[in-house]
């Protein structure tokens, strides 16, 4: 029987944690969904075409992984798709009190579904979307952090966003 799961996430932008995350889950099972978040609760620095394009661009035409945008509850989503499988990563302690509390609701939702949590490799643990974003938006180099149509879309979206650039995106500690 073929197991499909789900990767969702905003990928605001997809970086290197995110990827590495997808093809580990790929050898794991016979297809995985990676899901682009089309209306999160949260403010966004890219459309939902912005954000599916590069994952496509980052993912689309590998083995196992297929690219797709989806709206509502994920495990509403993993129903049409018959997805029997969540995949989220895991990069430090206070992910897993929010991806503990994420499973079990969605538990609650959808029992048929089960939640699998895959520990980043250690060179990826400091990688989140928002540090990317903060990074790039303060003009420093991410090319490390994310394939390069990302690194090209980051300085397009801020050359856009000019002098608002910086502060369209919430800053942590990186000024400092």
Do not use: W
């Amino acid at each position: 029987m073929a197991v499909t799961a789900v990767f969702p996430g905003t990928f605001d932008p997809i970086h290197n944690g995110h990827i590495d995350i997808a093809h580990r889950a790929a050898v794991i099972f016979d297809e995985v969904i990676v899901a682009v978040y089309d209306k999160p609760l949260k403010s966004l620095l890219f459309t939902p075409e912005d954000r599916l394009q590069m994952v496509r661009d980052a993912l689309d035409g590998e083995d196992g992984l297929r690219v797709v945008g989806y709206s509502g509850l994920t495990v509403e989503f993993c129903r049409e798709v018959k997805a029997k499988v969540i995949v989220r990563g895991l990069r430090v302690f206070s992910d897993f009190e929010h991806e503990f509390r994420m499973a079990l609701a969605n538990h609650r939702l959808a029992p048929e579904v089960e939640v699998c949590a895959l520990v980043t490799r250690e060179e990826h643990t400091f990688l989140s979307s928002t540090t990317v974003r903060e990074i790039a938006s303060l003009g420093g180099d991410v090319s490390s952090m994310v394939p390069a149509a990302v690194v090209a879309a980051l300085q397009r979206r801020f050359r856009e966003l000019g002098d608002d650039g910086a502060r369209a995106v919430p800053m942590t500690s990186l000024r400092d």
